[in-house]
Every structure is written in C-alpha cells, then in structure tokens.
C-alpha cells in the first residue's frame, strides 16, 4: 500500500484538493486493493466482496495500517473522500440491512462502483443527535421522508444515504435508519464550501417528500440510535487513527524542512528553540499512537459486545488526545514553516492544509467537549458496574479456628 500511495496519490492530491473532486478511477483501485472492504470493520465481507486480497482474514491492525498509510498524503480530503462514506454510512446496512437490501448495496460500494454516505448531522442538530429534525412517516409501503442534512461528507457523489430520521416519539427511542437512494424525488444535494477537506464532497441535503420504500429500512423502527451508537467506536476508532497520522505528517515535514533550512549561519534544527518544538511534537504524537495501538488490541481481542461496553470511554478521550495532537503538531509546524506555511502549494503544502483542516477531524465524530464528557460517565459506569457485580457475588467465609 506505501508504494501504491507514493506513486499513484501523493502527488496528486493538491490538484484533487483544489478541484474538489477525485477520480471515479481512485474509488475502484480502492475497492480493488480491499481498502473501501477494510473502512467497514470486522468481519470482512466475503459474501458481498468475496476473499480478501491478501489470503487471510484481517484484524482491525490492518484497518489502522490502511488509515495510516493513506494519511501520510497529509490530506483530509483525499481520505475522507476515498473512504470516509464508507466507514461511517456502510456498516449500518452490513449489519442490519436486509439481505436483499445487502446484496444489492454491498458489492457495489465496497468495489468502489458506487458511495454510500451518513446523513445523521442537522442546521441545529450535530452532536444533540436524540434532538433531530428529521421525519420520516409511513404510509402503506413507503416512507415519507422531509427534512434536512448539513456537513454530509461524500453526499454531492453519493448514491446511497443512511439517514437517520424520526418515525417515532419525541428522543432516541423515535429514531430509524433509512436508506435513501440517489434518483429518489424530493432529493435535493448541494456541495457547502467549507474551510478544508474540499475533495470529500460535505454537502446539504434536503429531502421534500422522499418515498422511500419499506424495505429500506434498516433494521427495526426506533433502533437507529442504538444502531449509530454501535458504529461509533469505530468511526472514532478511524478518526483517531487518521489524526494521530496527519500529526506524524507534521511532525516529519518539520524535521525535513529544518534540516535544510538556513537562518544566521545555521540549519534550523541546529538551532535549540526549533530541536524544543520537533522533541515535543514527537513526545506527543509517539505516545500518542502508542494508546491507539493499545486500543486496536483490545479491540481485536475483546469479544464485540465486551468492546461495546468498555471501549467506548476510551475511544472517545483517545479522539480527542488524537485531535489535541495534530492540532498542536500543525501550529508547531506552521512556526517552523513559516511563511511557507501560509501559501497553498509548495514546500508548506501539507503543513498548510493541515493547519486548515484540524477542525475537520476535531469535531465530526464528536466534538472534544462532548468526547471528554462521554470518557468520564462512561467510566464512571464501568465502576458502578463493578461495585455492583463485586457487592451481589458470594463473599467468601472466614476460616473457623
């Protein structure tokens, strides 16, 4: 995959990144080389894609290798266009679609043949997803979808949407998932300009009227946010491993550009205020990716359930580490960039539109505030759990002497 990404993407990035558009021929290399089957989870869909291309079941490291590697192009939009749908709009039709519904989507998207997209966000629904707007009624056999959709990353070229909608009561319990295909009418899309990310296609939906079939419902009704809730250890689990990467980026241009570099007679890195910076950077972002890696185990070893539980506060702190990281490692390399930095293009290319695009990783997914408060009430969770359990066991009785 190094290979493939320095001769086939890394230098074409910038020029997909200013046009906003990636080739169709990318997304069906991606397909071809088993990423887009990798971006759903575990297991890998042999039914839908047939055997993985490298002989061997996949674990989620291989995930984290992919995210890597594609990373290192230092471009959020390139790989939240190539993948992003992907990861975070297919699995909840892999793991509560029909089969008829799976037999039609699958194949299709994990070959890079079609896209499929997340529609959860709203104007005034982001991370309040138990307050969205969004309604979908049933009348014989179809829905009756209107509402809107803002931020959907990959939604201008996407063929399927997973929207998350409310066919219920008011809160969590009213939420389904529907899958809206592109063609239906009342489906409106609009590609947003947006500070960064500009080739992964953020767009605003509005659905006016959208009959969607029955059959295109995923799951039962009033699952959906239970249904989210379950893919979002792993949404988090790409972002993480997207950031920490584009933090490494950050790091790296900085030690290749201070190496050669001259100010006052000296190389940069000679200089001790600049060696403080790269040393920081790289203090962070190793330890970092080591807690990443702790949690790619876990989740490769952890039955699915167990993971569900015990992870999901630790993904989230682990999120905002990531975000914190690269944020910090972008405005370090800007400073030794200097006006570099600023220019689009050029030496400062990556160090530029990384500095643009930390939001882009820092919020979706859950914003740090939502993440850090999410990381200590499920802990505290976990420890009320346990004290329970530990209260209702046998306790052991005392020796008689």
Not at 6 to 33: C, R, T
Not at 198 to 210: A, K, L
Not at 271 to 294: C, D, Y
Not at 364 to 380: A, F, N, R
Request: contains cysteine.
């Amino acid at each position: 995959m190094r290979e493939y990404v320095d001769e086939h993407i890394m230098s074409n990035v910038h020029d997909w990144d200013e046009k906003g558009v990636i080739p169709k021929e990318m997304y069906l290399e991606a397909g071809k080389q088993g990423t887009l089957g990798l971006c759903i989870g575990r297991p890998w869909p042999e039914k839908y894609f047939g055997p993985s291309p490298w002989g061997f079941e996949p674990d989620y490291f291989h995930e984290l290798i992919m995210y890597d590697e594609m990373s290192r192009t230092g471009s959020v939009g390139f790989q939240w266009g190539i993948a992003g749908g992907t990861t975070i709009g297919l699995p909840p039709v892999y793991h509560h679609g029909s089969e008829e519904l799976k037999q039609r989507v699958m194949p299709a998207c994990v070959k890079g043949e079609k896209v499929c997209c997340l529609a959860i966000t709203e104007p005034t629904a982001g991370s309040d997803v138990a307050n969205l707007k969004c309604t979908a009624k049933l009348e014989g056999d179809h829905y009756i979808l209107n509402g809107e959709k803002k931020w959907i990353t990959n939604g201008i070229f996407a063929d399927y949407f997973t929207v998350a909608c409310r066919t219920g009561k008011p809160g969590v319990g009213g939420i389904s998932l529907l899958l809206v295909e592109k063609g239906m009418p009342g489906l409106e899309t609009r590609k947003m300009k947006c500070s960064g990310a500009w080739s992964s296609g953020t767009t605003y939906i509005t659905f006016d009227d959208v009959k969607v079939p029955k059959g295109n419902l995923l799951g039962k009704e009033g699952k959906g946010f239970q249904y989210m809730m379950q893919n979002f250890n792993h949404e988090r689990f790409a972002f993480c491993a997207m950031s920490t990467r584009f933090a490494r980026v950050c790091l790296e241009e900085s030690l290749k550009f201070a190496g050669k570099r001259k100010t006052f007679g000296k190389t940069l890195i000679q200089h001790p205020v600049i060696r403080f910076k790269v040393a920081e950077m790289a203090r962070q972002v190793e330890a970092t990716h080591n807690w990443l890696e702790w949690i790619t185990y876990q989740l490769n070893t952890m039955p699915k359930l167990e993971a569900m539980l015990k992870l999901g506060g630790h993904t989230a702190l682990c999120k905002v580490q990531c975000t914190k990281v690269m944020e910090y490692c972008a405005r370090e390399a800007a400073q030794i960039f200097g006006g570099l930095s600023y220019s689009r293009g050029g030496q400062g290319e990556k160090v530029e539109r990384l500095n643009r695009e930390v939001r882009a990783m820092a919020i979706p997914g859950g914003s740090e505030e939502i993440m850090l408060d999410l990381g200590v009430k499920q802990s505290t969770k976990l420890a009320q759990m346990a004290k329970m359990f530990a209260e209702a066991a046998p306790q052991p009785q005392a020796a008689k002497l």
